[in-house]
Every structure is written in C-alpha cells, then in structure tokens.
T-cell receptor, first 114, second 114 residues
C-alpha cells in the first residue's frame, strides 16, 4: 500500500552525537512535514518542504536541519542532540497545501538520548 | 487561525456512540474543521473534515452547528480500538502564515471501556 515510512522505529543516540532520521513516501505528495512530539504533548511542527522549498518554523532550534534530496525522501538531522530532544519524531505528507487534502502520517521514530 | 477548545478526557462504553465536542467560537468563514486521532505510539490519522455541512464517512460523522462555533465528532459504535487522543483543528483554506500547516492542540483523550 502507498504510505509514509519512517526508519528506524526506535533510535538511541548519545548526547551530542549527530543523528539522522529518515522518512520516505510512495504517495508522490508535494509537501513533507516533520513534527516533534514530546511525552504527553501534542505534535509540534518543526519545518516542512513544498517540493524543494524549505520552510522553517520560527521557533525551531538551529540544532535541527532537514534535507529532501528527491520527492520520495526527507531527512531530519539533529546536529548535537541534547536530553531535551528525546521525543517521537513524526513525518507527514500532503499532496498540496489545500485544506481539502488530508495529511498522511508515518508511525514515527522514537528518539532516546543517553 | 481559530483556537479550538476540547475537554481533556472522556469515557465511553464499548458499542455506544462516542460524541466528542469541540468549541471554535472564533472560527472564520474560510476555516475548515478537521478531526484527527492518534492511537498510542502511532502517528495521527485523519478522520473527517467539514466546512458548514454535516459530513459522514466510514469512520465517523461530523456535526457542525449552524453558527459554526462548535462541532461534534460522532463515533457511532465505539470499540476498544477507538481509544486514542482526538484532535479538533480549524485550518484556513488559504492565505496567512498558517496556510497548509496542521497545528495540534491538546486534544481529548477518549477511553473506550468494555
């Protein structure tokens, strides 16, 4: 089935050691989003790509970067993870920005920082 | 974007209808009401959306009041698998800094019990 796939499902990284989370989609959607969800909180948008155009949220720390080498793949890079970056990271896609098109989310990557 | 207000938690007996309210008293004419849910350790899942008419799909029904200041998501026959956090979101059709970006509030934790 067409879907949004996030790998790995669980990721453990050391404090300060760069880590990359990946997201792939078979939906051929134009927009890809990254959300951060900390324990017992709602998902919070970090940034998104419309095709190759990157859009950062104003309060997203510089420690978080993203790459989208092609339509299918998008990566979240955390340059120097701190303990406060432990969270579930969710990737989502939508065909267009228009409201009538729903988002499709992946199952997320749970990041632990030790 | 219009702020939405939901009760923090609700209970429902299995097999009964679950009626989840959402208040969006400041909603503007071009804002849709979206409902998503997030089952534990999974990504959010689109349920339904509407502008001013009531909507129904295979998952749920959405009832929007005539003045559009509130809505109710109805799960007609709740099952244990419907236990999740339910998010009500008002999203404009276009324009503004929130164009095309899904922003989650705290949602309602629905617990379906046997």
């Amino acid at each position: 089935d067409a879907m949004v796939i996030q790998n790995p499902r669980y990721q453990v990284t050391q404090f300060g050691k760069p880590v990359t989370l990946s997201c792939s989609q078979t939906l051929n959607h134009n927009v890809m989003y990254w959300y951060q969800q900390k324990s017992s909180q709602a998902p919070k948008l970090l940034f998104h790509y419309y095709d190759k155009d990157f859009n950062n949220e104003a309060d997203t720390p510089d420690n978080f970067q993203s790459r989208r080498p092609n339509t299918s793949f998008c990566f979240l890079d955390i340059r120097s993870p701190g303990l406060g970056d432990a969270a579930m990271y969710l990737c989502a896609t939508s065909r267009e920005y228009f409201v009538t098109i729903g988002y499709t989310f992946g199952s997320g990557t749970r990041l632990t920082v030790v | 974007d219009a702020k939405t207000t939901q009760p923090p938690s609700m209970d429902c007996a299995e097999g009964r209808a679950a009626n989840l309210p959402c208040n969006h008293s400041t909603i503007s004419g071009n804002e849709y009401v979206y409902w998503y849910r997030q089952i534990h350790s999974q990504g959010p899942q689109y349920i339904i959306h509407g502008l001013k008419n009531n909507e129904t799909n295979e998952m749920a029904s959405l009832i929007i009041t005539e003045d559009r200041k509130s809505s109710t998501l109805i799960l007609p026959h709740a099952t244990l698998r419907d236990t999740a956090v339910y998010y009500c979101i008002a999203l404009p059709e276009g324009g503004g800094t929130s164009y095309g970006k899904l922003t989650f509030g705290q949602g309602t934790i629905l617990t379906v019990h046997p």
